[in-house]
């Protein structure tokens, strides 16, 4: 075997580890964000109460536990670490999807408007009155309406330029967010609710929210990563792209729906969490390299991680109350990707 | 293998640009397409490949109308080295290599062990296995022109299109390329379309030449049939001198001067 065959081999085998090495990462931080709270719990107890609870294979475990660990676990704990894990995979995913198709550093998964849409829908969801459930629906449906709209606007002939793709979705994005202030104006008694809806946070964290959000994760990290070979080659440019194959506008639109459905349904149940998604698929980047195959994957655990830890940190800084995790990660994250910007900027080829 | 073009036009909305395009080409020849600037060069590569699609005319490949042809399809019969390729993104050489692996690979397909074969064998044709793991990004100009054509190769194009190949290249390189490419045709039988501004290059080089101008073809045929001291001057306005070089074995062109009145036409 001689060095170019080994080199290729070699990367194949560390595409494996980074992503085991990840995985169980993310697994050990689930496990923390289950323990630490107003009432520890170890993490043996957590293994068996969720054990416990698995259909078929819990059904012979003898409860030797308090009922009220049962709670803070399968009811508190669990689904907030569980939406903090997917909204983080979503929103990094988005970001590293976006970035790749724009072959841009400042796209997030935010552009095109899909934050102001969503913020948009719940803002008038919360102001005509509708009930706590119909929020997430609202900011859903006008987050992805919001990208459709501006992908129409920005068609010329059949063809969606990326540059006019982006400063259509700045102004409709100013749009919105023009209507959304107007709302809270307006708005009095309500206007806390949308206050804290736009800042983002995880506090009504629930199965409820779980359930929306799940399938969506479930489905476009996965279908994110078949297209990582696609994202390459649109990093060669849109004409190479094409060139090698690549029906670079019907993925563009592929790609562009499926961000505005992840994204849509993260900003339904968290709010508008900024700079996950902008930062998370830089610093996975600056690590493992531009390769999708592996960035993507690697980027959905990194995020999934990063929102966990920012969520614990949300929870426990002002205890009993706590902080809404959009700020948390915007002041945290922000100086560590600065530090690393300057240092490595060179390595990340934009 | 044939590549045969029949009256090919094409119109951008506010300007015609090319007229009546006819010429074919064979396995294991060389064209050179060679033209003053805003002759129509690029923009016939570009609808060889269909990434523009002509209103008027048809592109053969073995008989077969390439028109109505998947993006996907396309890639694996054309192969294309854009002109003065930059990737600023730090993917290791061998992973740009493989990405020329794309058309042929089906959506939920990985790579297997033939494709990276496949890959290596276009990077020892190039002379790019020393620099395997080196990013592209860091790579010098010639460097990246000869990864890219590796990657372009890597596709197996029954026919290869490069675009201006050499004008960002040092002489050594420049004849490099040329050498590569023709070897290429001899060996795997395939179809290289070329553009070049170098002309002496391209009568090197090439078995046959097609002179664009305005648009049209002012001449297709073997190099010394075409650039002529009186095609030089009507198509480039130059005063020019043509003669055989038996060092190198080729006709080569002395540009003498400009003809001022083809200047003061153009102003």
Request: charged residues 15%; proline residues 5%.
């Amino acid at each position: 075997m001689d060095a170019i065959s080994s080199y290729y081999h070699s990367k194949r085998l560390r595409r494996v580890a980074v992503l085991g090495g990840l995985s169980a990462l993310l697994f050990f931080t689930v496990i923390i964000g289950i323990m630490v709270g107003p009432v520890q719990v170890g993490p043996g107890l957590i293994m068996k109460v969720i054990y416990s609870r698995l259909p078929f294979l819990g059904n012979d475990v003898v409860q030797t536990w308090p009922q009220y660990y049962t709670s803070i676990v399968i009811d508190v704990r669990l689904p907030r670490v569980v939406l903090a894990m997917l909204v983080g995979m979503g929103l990094a995913v988005s970001g590293c999807a976006m970035q790749g198709l724009f072959r841009n550093p400042m796209a997030s998964p935010y552009v095109c408007g899909i934050s102001s849409g969503g913020a948009f829908g719940a803002a008038l969801a919360v102001n005509i009155g509708l009930s706590y459930y119909f929020v997430p629906f609202g900011a859903f449906f006008f987050a992805a309406l919001t990208v459709f709209v501006v992908y129409m606007i920005a068609r010329v002939n059949g063809k969606v330029p990326i540059t006019t793709l982006l400063l259509s979705g700045i102004a409709i994005s100013s749009f919105f967010s023009a209507l959304v202030s107007l709302m809270l104006y307006v708005s009095n008694e309500r206007l806390e609710r949308i206050v804290f809806w736009m800042m983002g946070g995880l506090w009504s964290a629930g199965w409820d929210k779980v359930a929306i959000t799940l399938p969506f994760i479930v489905i476009s990290v996965p279908v994110f990563t078949y297209l990582a070979r696609d994202l390459n080659a649109l990093l060669m440019g849109e004409e190479s792209a094409a060139d090698l194959g690549i029906e670079v506008e019907a993925t563009k639109r592929f790609i562009l729906a499926l961000t505005a459905l992840t994204v849509g349904a993260c900003v339904a149940v968290s709010g508008v969490i900024g700079f996950v998604g902008l930062i998370i698929p830089h610093v996975t980047r600056l690590f493992v390299g531009p390769d999708h195959k592996v960035l993507i994957p690697a980027s959905a655990l990194v995020g999934g991680i990063f929102l966990i830890v920012t969520d614990l940190f949300a929870r426990m800084v002002i205890r009993p109350s706590e902080l809404p995790v959009g700020i948390i990660t915007s002041l945290f994250g922000v100086p560590f990707f600065l530090s690393l910007l300057r240092r490595r900027r060179t390595e990340m080829g934009w | 293998m044939e590549l045969r073009v029949s009256s090919l036009s094409f119109s951008y909305p506010s300007k015609e640009v090319l007229r009546d395009i006819s010429f074919s080409a064979a396995g294991g020849e060389v064209l050179g397409i060679i033209g003053p600037n805003g002759s129509g060069k690029t923009t016939l590569l570009r609808c060889l490949r269909m990434a523009l699609a002509p209103q008027r005319g048809d592109i053969t490949l073995n008989g077969k109308s390439v028109t109505a042809w998947t993006r996907g399809k396309i890639a694996r019969f054309f192969g294309v080295v854009p002109q003065s390729p930059s990737i600023s993104f730090p993917f290791s050489v061998l992973d740009v290599v493989m990405m020329g692996r794309t058309p042929h690979l089906r959506r939920f397909q990985q790579e297997g062990h033939r494709d990276y074969e496949i890959a290596r064998e276009a990077m020892r044709l190039t002379s790019v296995e020393a620099l395997y793991g080196r990013p592209v990004s860091e790579l010098s100009g010639g460097e990246v022109q000869r990864v890219v054509i590796a990657r372009a190769l890597a596709q197996q194009p029954h026919v290869l299109l490069l675009d201006e190949p050499t004008s960002q290249l040092d002489i050594n390189h420049q004849m490099e390329v040329m050498h590569l490419v023709r070897s290429l045709a001899r060996k795997k039988g395939i179809i290289v379309i070329i553009i070049s501004h170098d002309l002496n290059l391209s009568m090197r080089y090439c078995d046959k030449l097609l002179l664009l101008s305005d648009g049209r073809v002012y001449e297709h045929g073997p190099p010394e049939a075409v650039v002529t001291e009186e095609s030089l001057e009507k198509v480039y306005g130059v005063a020019a001198t043509v003669a055989y070089n038996a060092a190198i074995r080729s006709h080569q062109v002395t540009i003498r001067d400009v003809i001022s009145s083809y200047l003061e036409g153009t102003e």
